[in-house]
């Protein structure tokens, strides 16, 4: 942002707020900072903190929420796939048990059926 509309903004609203810039110290070093510029009619208060730490953290957060997300999704097709390949051998399963007691059941019957067996 040009200066001049940095102190127009300042006039009109008694303070203006960067919440991220670059800056470099005294030994050469690049570091991210906010700035805070607040109009105190006969002098200007700027207040400069460093958050290049923070900055790193967002960054380290935002990169870790991605690989995150990314794992979730590949486990869930891993899951649906896995899912979907037991589906036959359950149902498989399933019918061999049913098989099962339909005979026990056909047996009890013929039990039944036979003469003096009451």
Known sequence: ME???VFLNLKDFGFVYFDH???KTK???TID???YLVDRTKLIQCNVRDITERKKKETDL???HE???ETIKKNTAKLK???HE???MMVEKQMSELKETIKELEEQVASLKKPGTN
């Open 33 to 35: 900072t906010e700035l």
């Open 86 to 88: 037991l589906e036959p």
């Open 3 to 5: 200066l001049q509309k």
């Open 21 to 23: 810039i670059g800056a």
């Open 27 to 29: 030994a050469g070093k």
């Open 67 to 69: 690989n995150l997300a």
């Open 81 to 83: 796939d896995k899912i």
């Open 62 to 64: 935002r990169l870790y």
